[in-house]
């Protein structure tokens, strides 16, 4: 599967422990990646610098859906699901 142009559903809501590249804590769940074009595609692509976290995502049916609103909606679930605070309730 590949990703929709537009959606950036991943690059917006989940949160990146590790530093990326002008987020050197990482980036927080709901702040858009800085490195994301208007378009919604990602400037790190193919670049060394991109997050380990970044290139293991892979789209999927289960995760993106057919719309960029279940894609947001999957991963809001998911990042509420896993952060530290919650994940132990």
Do not use: W
């Amino acid at each position: 599967m590949n990703c929709r142009v537009g959606c950036a559903a991943c690059c917006v809501v989940i949160s990146i422990s590790s530093p990326i590249p002008g987020l050197p804590n990482g980036k927080p769940a709901g702040l858009r990646c800085p490195h994301l074009t208007e378009d919604g595609r990602c400037k790190l692509f193919g670049h060394a610098s991109r997050p380990a976290i970044c290139v293991r995502l892979t789209p999927s049916l289960e995760m993106c859906g057919q719309t960029d609103e279940h894609a947001y909606r999957y991963l809001r679930d998911l990042e509420e699901a896993t952060r530290p605070d919650t994940a132990s309730r």
